[in-house]
């Protein structure tokens, strides 16, 4: 079952449209029968989606939609870049991570925001430079044509090491409540997928 898409215009995200967002994952929960819990879980992983939005709508319009099978959902945004993405915007996001470290990249949901950011950059050159955070979550997704940045292969990879990122990672709500979340490249836009099987 797919729910309605819900229209996201470039700026930042309106209040009507959180609201839209958050009754479609409620309507698409209450379809599944999820329990009041499971619910809930399902619209927190909407609501930190929401809040990492006006990063990205920034230089994108974009869609978001709930999928469902059986118990399993997806949380899909799909983001096209504007015009406004002008080359000092874009030169502005790669220095961001250019030294291989991002301490503006802080928490979990700013470092999704990020690698959907570079995705709309420029693919290959990005691809190329992978800051830290970046190259750590890099991994194949039958989703995606090209590698996408994927949360459990981040977390894999953070957990080697522990320290800082590791602890990031431990108090984030979409770490630790989604299964996975991919970003990846689909032609012109940048998907970003929230999966959570309950």
Known sequence: MKSD????????????SVKVVLAETEKTANYANLSKKNAGRLRLLAEELVGMLPEVLEYSQGEFWV????????????????????????????ELSSSGKNFAATGIMRKIAL????????YDYISSIQPVFYANGMTSAVQFPNPAWSLSSYRAKTEENKGEPW????????????????????????????????
């Open 5 to 16: 898409v819900c229209k996201l215009p470039v700026g930042t995200i309106d209040i009507e």
């Open 167 to 198: 602890d990031e990672l431990e108090k984030s709500i979409v770490a630790n409540i989604a299964d996975d979340v991919l970003v990846g490249v689909q032609g012109t836009r940048v998907d970003i997928i929230v999966k959570k099987t309950f």
């Open 67 to 94: 999928e469902c099978n059986g118990t399993s959902f997806e949380l899909h945004t799909s983001l096209i870049p504007s015009e406004s993405l002008t080359a000092a915007r874009r030169k502005k996001i790669i």
């Open 115 to 122: 690698a959907a950011q570079f995705m709309m950059i420029e």
